[in-house]
C-alpha cells in the first residue's frame, strides 16, 4: 500500500485525538481550579476531600486509572445496582481529565499562595467579602502564572491520550496500530503519527500562548 493511502484513517483517528484533547483539558481545568482552590479552603471536608483526590489521581498511574474507571468501576457499580458503564470516549475523557486536574490543582494552589499578603490586607481593609477578593485580587493576579505550567500539561495530556487506544478507543494511536497490523509496514506508520502528534503539539502550543498573552493582557488592564 502506498504511505498516502494511511492518511484518511490516521486523520479519523486525529480527530477522536483533538476532541480527547480538547474535553479533558477544558474538564480538567475545572478540576483544578475547583480542588486547587479547595485544598486552600478552611473547611476540613472540603481541604481533606481536595488532599485526597490530588495525591490519589498525582500518585498512581494514568494507565490504571483509565482502567479502573472502564473496566472496574462498572462492576462495582453492578454491586450495588447501579449502572456505572461508560463509553470508551467518556471512560477516556474523564480518566485523562481527572489526572492532568490533579497536577493542575497543584499549580492553582502555588499560584494563589504566591499572591502577596498586602493584597489580601488591602483587600480586608477595603471590606471585600470572600468572593470579592477572590474574583477582584487573587484570580487576575494568580492566572497569569498558572499559564506557562498549563501549557505543557495541555501537551502531555495531548500525548497522554495515547493510551486511551488500550480501551479500543480509535484515536489516532488505535488508527496506527490497525494499519501497522494489517501491512507490517511499521517505520512508515509510525513515522507519520509521530510527526502528526508533533504538529498538534505545536498547534495546541501556539493557541496556549495566544490565550496566555490574552491573559497577561487582561492582568496589565487591571481586570
Given at each position: ?82 449502572d456505572l458503564r461508560f ?57 497569569p502564572e498558572m499559564m ?76
Amino acid at each position: 500500500m502506498e504511505w498516502t493511502s494511511y492518511l484518511a484513517p490516521l486523520s479519523q483517528g486525529a480527530w477522536v485525538t483533538v476532541q480527547l484533547t480538547v474535553y479533558s483539558t477544558i474538564l480538567g481545568a475545572l478540576c483544578a481550579f475547583v480542588f486547587g482552590l479547595g485544598k486552600l479552603s478552611h473547611n476540613p471536608l472540603v481541604k481533606g476531600v481536595s488532599v485526597a483526590y490530588i495525591e490519589i489521581f498525582r500518585g498512581t498511574s494514568l494507565l490504571v486509572q483509565l482502567f479502573w474507571i472502564y473496566f472496574a468501576l462498572p462492576i462495582m457499580g453492578q454491586a450495588i445496582g447501579l449502572d456505572l458503564r461508560f463509553p470508551p470516549v467518556v471512560a477516556g475523557v474523564v480518566a485523562l481529565a481527572l489526572n492532568i486536574g490533579a497536577y493542575g490543582a497543584e499549580v492553582v494552589r502555588g499560584a494563589v499562595q504566591a499572591v502577596p499578603k498586602e493584597q489580601y490586607e488591602a483587600a480586608t481593609a477595603l471590606n471585600f467579602t470572600g468572593r470579592k477578593r477572590l474574583w477582584r485580587i487573587t484570580l487576575p493576579q494568580a492566572i497569569p502564572e498558572m499559564m506557562p505550567t498549563f501549557g505543557n500539561l495541555a501537551v502531555q495530556n495531548l500525548k497522554d491520550t495515547a493510551l486511551v487506544s488500550l480501551i479500543s478507543l480509535g484515536d489516532m494511536a488505535f488508527r496506527a496500530e490497525q494499519i501497522r497490523n494489517f501491512t507490517q509496514d511499521s517505520v512508515t506508520v509510525y513515522t507519520l503519527v509521530l510527526f502528526m502528534y508533533f504538529g498538534m503539539a505545536l498547534v495546541l502550543t501556539a493557541c496556549m500562548k495566544l490565550l496566555e498573552r490574552y491573559v497577561g493582557r487582561w492582568r496589565a488592564a487591571g481586570r
